[in-house]
């Protein structure tokens, strides 16, 4: 192994040195170009040295082992991996500009900024939950945006593959992380737990909206432990101008009980990307430092906390999908499909309680006529849908912070009940589908639109016919008809 | 190279079969079988000639402590297995016995060890069931990967230098990537006598070029392995016993 006698000009499995760009205490990283190749390109090369530190080797050989098993634009791409035994070293796409760290130098940013770069990170950290990867080291310096728009999270050296052997299994005897964005159970040594991620995310979130971090920059065991029981200064003391649901949302996030944050990164992008959706609690109302007898109360429960047994990544997020209803009010048979589509919610949310349910309906506006909204009657036509959705929900007695309701308006209402499910992180989306009908056999319908392009499942709840040769086509109850596509 | 592993057959035909079955559809170069081809199951003659008929065609076969006591003699065992190794005697040829108690202890292939039980001391079966005994293992050998049996459980377990093991246990059909600078012991779970409360027979696959070793499970016909236990002079009981544990896998 020689890595340290690397030098520009030399050429490594055919990638050309061209210049050390950074050299960190684990690695070197040095721009490289090889021919026939156009992307720009990074290659990464661990210090494997004598005598040196073992743990920084630990953090190459994780990555090494990780980064290759991800797709997406939320991650680097990897051009090429180096064989350990001869010169280990990973080539990875070099993302342009700089990372977040760099715009946190202008903190405290506007609550837009917050709230759109937050979506954005959240939904990164959502795909790589997804494909079983715990990041654990989330901080500004380890977060990139692409110029095409998405956040790409970088370094995976301290991270959980929860198929993989855990590589830092038995370095625990200390925390590992940064210091300052660590959530308390990962100061335990817990490293199996995707909600991690959202409280280090929850710091990055107040760092950016109050340019101070929740926690400061503890240096001790005993400083970090704080966080088991100190509850961080209320933004709206730092920031008076901040909105009290951007105080939920990120306070909620710094939870000291994983249980009581967002359960997966997809709810959080869900909430910054629909701030008037938010339900406010007390966390928002907070203006002052909690006071003493809170503070005793706290710490108390923080020497006393029960660690709940380690639980997979997948079986995480099952656990809390986003399930949307896309429901249409406007056919004949509106009343008794969507009944269908709520007995099938009600067994669903039964299965899942911290799922969170999004309501859509879609007003159809034609491309002539957009800005008629309001109907014959001179009523607006948006806000009866509204509550027509909300009427629909009623019944289902679902908390409030679990629901949200949306009436959009789309020329094509299968494509934005898609662009919808994608945007905002949908698991599993439920639509009604009308009777067969020979005209909508040649004009195809919403639903079949649906299953074939949604990128997550889809159920379709369809009415069930007695037969064909029932004129009547008279309605006997409603089965659910299974379709789920694949995610 | 592609190198498939079977452990603990235990006289379990249908699931040997499975095994052999999968392996060879999923292709590999070599085969390697980690001991106890015999004991507790029905069929340790037809076992024992398969094994051999592998052999000639190339596989590396290591001796169980099962296949020992063949001829050691069954005092360290417990009840169930010293009677189920008496009644196995009686199914034996005499060749099929001398072939079993002399299979050597273990096979070296490059930086793979293959042994039965663990590596400090192959012939006094002692079971590596824990992190500690596995780093034990690995510390007394400078084979970087070792490969074994014995427990019916599969592990993994993993090591960098001076540094403690740690276990894994890996999922079926996931790949694991195998770093070229840490120690490795793989317990391959079993072909006849799964203990991992999966009853599905188990089978291993280590591939040299991309260093990733990958456990599959296979369903096979355990009603059929059941009734021929049921079916042998084996005491009722103790058949029944063993029949059953096929069907929970432990």
Redesign the interface.
Same mark, same amino acid.
């Given at each position: 192994m020689e890595s340290h006698r690397l030098r520009a000009g030399r050429v490594i499995d055919g990638f050309k040195l061209e210049e050390l760009v950074h050299t960190g205490g684990m690695a070197a990283l040095w721009r490289v170009t090889k021919a026939g190749e156009t992307r720009s390109m990074l290659m990464k090369v661990p210090f /494997?040295g004598e005598g040196d530190d =073992?743990s920084a +080797? +630990?953090g190459f050989?994780i990555e =090494?082992?990780i980064l290759p098993r991800l797709t997406g634009p939320h991650v680097p791409a990897v051009i090429a991996v180096g064989?350990? @035994?001869i010169l280990p070293h990973l080539v990875i796409e070099r993302l342009p500009g700089k990372s977040l760290d760099a715009r946190l130098k202008d903190a405290p940013l506007s609550p837009e900024d917050v709230c759109w770069l937050g979506a954005k990170i959240a939904t990164a950290l959502q795909d790589i939950h997804r494909q079983h990867v715990i990041h654990l080291d989330v901080k500004p310096a380890n977060i990139m945006l692409r110029e095409s728009g998405p956040a790409v999270m970088i370094d995976y050296g301290l991270a959980r593959h929860d198929? /993989?052997?855990? /590589?830092l @299994?038995?370095?625990s005897d200390q925390p590992i992380g940064t210091n300052a964005y660590m959530a308390p159970e990962q100061v335990l040594g817990i490293r199996t737990d995707p909600r991690s991620d959202i409280f280090a995310l929850g710091v990055v979130l107040y760092e950016m909206a109050s340019g101070e971090k929740p926690f400061g920059n503890p240096s001790t065991r005993a400083g970090m432990r704080q966080r088991l029981y100190h509850e961080p200064r209320p933004l709206r003391a730092l920031q008076p101008h901040i909105a009290p649901w951007l105080q939920e949302i990120i306070l909620k996030c710094l939870e000291v009980d994983p249980d009581d944050r967002f359960q997966t990164a997809g709810q959080l992008a869900h909430a910054l990307r629909n701030p008037d959706q938010v339900v406010l609690t007390e966390r928002a109302a907070r203006t002052k430092s909690p006071g003493f007898v809170k503070r005793v109360k706290n710490w108390w429960q923080g020497q006393n906390r029960v660690i709940a047994p380690p639980m997979r990544v997948a079986d995480r997020l099952d656990k809390a999908p986003i399930i949307m209803c896309a429901l249409d009010f406007s056919v004949d048979e509106a009343d008794a499909i969507s009944d269908a589509v709520k007995r099938l919610v009600r067994r669903l949310l039964e299965t899942d309680p911290e799922a969170r349910l999004v309501c859509l309906t879609v007003l159809k506006t034609s491309l002539v006529k957009l800005d008629e909204a309001l109907d014959q009657g001179g009523r607006n036509i948006y806000l009866k849908r509204l509550v027509a959705l909300k009427d629909w929900a009623r019944s289902l007695d679902l908390l409030e912070e679990s629901v949200s309701f949306h009436v959009i308006e789309a020329v094509d209402p299968a494509q934005a009940i898609l662009d919808y499910a994608r945007f905002n992180s949908v698991d599993h989306i439920v639509v009604g589908a009308r009777g067969h009908s020979t005209l909508r056999r040649y004009l195809g319908s919403v639903s079949s639109r649906v299953v074939a392009e949604a990128s997550c499942s889809v159920t379709v709840v369809r009415l069930t016919f007695t037969g064909e040769d029932d004129d009547t086509s008279s309605v006997h109850g409603a089965t659910p008809e299974m379709d789920h596509t694949g995610g | 190279m592609r190198i498939a592993f079977c452990a603990d057959i235990h006289g379990n035909r249908a699931a040997f079969e499975a095994c052999l079955l999968d392996s060879g559809r999923r292709g590999y170069d070599q085969l390697v079988i980690l001991g106890d081809v015999v004991g507790y199951g029905p069929d340790p003659q037809w076992c024992t000639d398969q094994v051999r008929d592998l052999q000639a065609k190339g596989a590396l076969v290591v001796r169980g402590n099962h296949d020992a006591s063949l001829r050691e003699g069954t005092s360290s065992m417990n009840e169930l297995a010293r009677r189920a190794i008496e009644w196995t005697l009686t199914r034996l040829t005499p060749d099929s016995v001398e072939y079993l108690t002399s299979l050597p202890l273990s096979h070296r292939q490059e930086e793979r060890l293959y042994v039965h039980a663990n590596a400090w001391a192959p012939a006094l079966w002692d079971y590596i069931n824990t $992190?500690r005994e596995a780093e034990r293992s690995m510390r007394l050998t400078d084979a970087r990967l070792s490969f074994c049996g014995h427990t019916h459980v599969p592990e993994?377990y993993?090591?960098? $230098?001076?540094? $403690?093991?740690?276990?894994?246990t890996p999922?079926t059909g996931?790949p &694991? $990537?195998i770093?070229? &600078?840490?120690h490795y012991l793989m317990v391959v779970g079993a072909v006849g006598q799964p203990r991992d409360h999966n009853p599905a027979a188990c089978w291993a696959l280590y591939d040299t070029a991309k260093r990733e070793y990958t456990i599959y499970r296979v369903s096979y016909d355990i009603e059929l392995t059941a009734q021929k236990i049921r079916e042998t002079a084996m005491p009722q009981a103790m058949a029944e016993r063993l029949a059953k544990r096929l069907f929970v896998g432990s």
């Open positions: /494997l =073992h +080797i +630990i050989e =090494h082992m064989d350990f @035994a198929e /993989l052997p855990d /590589l @299994a038995e370095e | $992190p993994l993993h090591m960098s $230098p001076r540094r $403690p093991a740690a276990a894994f999922l996931k &694991i $990537p770093s070229t &600078i840490r």
